[in-house]
T-cell receptor
Framework: DSGVTQTPKHLITATGQRVTLRCSPRSGDLSVYWYQQSLDQGLQFLIQYYNGEERAKGNILERFSAQQFPDLHSELNLSSLELGDSALYFC??????????????FGPGTRLTVT | AQTVTQSQPEMSVQEAETVTLSCTYD???????LFWYKQPPSRQMILVIR??????QNATENRFSVNFQKAAKSFSLKISDSQLGDAAMYFC?????????????FGKGTKLTVNP
């Protein structure tokens, strides 16, 4: 158990809908990352937050957004869902940022299926 | 942009034997971190081992060790005394040390099968 929690574990929804994925980082970790794992794209970085502020963006679609709250949990919002958004979404957390090693510890993921 | 390549989509090993998984990467940076993650059928991503580019000594964690060749940009994972529980997808990952983002860049993965 990495200490990172994600809810829900599974989500099945229809095209055009909107969903929210939730992540709670390990106790003491200030940085949260979201990754998408799909069969064709592999593991791709979406976005990073540090202590409530957006720090970096990767291959995140405009239909997707995220935020990190004062209690450091994070939510990833996916809207106008398409079949191609079906994937495993991971949240990871690390204690800091910058030049330290700061390993990222992953949650169990949320499996999103868009039908 | 950094890229990570795992050239072996699948590998197999006999229980108790040793196997080496390959990883190469491309970067213009001189300092960075490299990681191996394991993803078993449960889909959980588990950190296996970490290597700092500025360290010449290869990292070791119990049965897992790396062969880090900085000039060749190679970072292979050796699993000794393979166990059935080692069966999983293994991902090599690169993290920049420069400020602005600590994202991981992953390879496509190697599926390891352990035969009894």
């Amino acid at each position: 158990d990495s200490g990172v929690t994600q809810t829900p574990k599974h989500l099945i929804t229809a095209t055009g809908q909107r969903v929210t994925l939730r992540c709670s980082p390990r106790s003491g970790d200030l940085s949260v990352y979201w990754y998408q794992q799909s069969l064709d794209q592999g593991l791709q970085f979406l976005i990073q937050y540090y202590n409530g502020e957006e720090r970096a963006k990767g291959n995140i679609l405009e239909r997707f957004s995220a935020q990190q709250f004062p209690d450091l949990h994070s939510e990833l919002n996916l809207s106008s869902l398409e079949l191609g958004d079906s994937a495993l979404y991971f949240c990871a957390s690390s204690v800091g940022i910058g030049t330290g090693s700061y390993e990222q510890y992953f949650g169990p993921g949320t499996r999103l299926t868009v039908t | 942009a950094q890229t990570v390549t795992q050239s072996q989509p699948e590998m197999s090993v006999q229980e108790a034997e040793t196997v080496t998984l390959s990883c190469t990467y491309d970067t213009s940076e001189s300092d960075y971190y490299l990681f191996w993650y394991k993803q078993p059928p449960s889909r959980q991503m588990i950190l296996v081992i970490r290597q700092e580019a500025y360290k010449q000594q290869n990292a070791t964690e119990n049965r897992f060790s790396v062969n880090f060749q900085k000039a060749a940009k190679s970072f292979s994972l050796k699993i000794s005394d393979s166990q059935l529980g080692d069966a999983a997808m293994y991902f090599c990952a690169y993290r920049s040390i420069q400020g602005g983002s600590e994202k991981l860049v992953f390879g496509k993965g190697t599926k390891l099968t352990v035969n009894p």
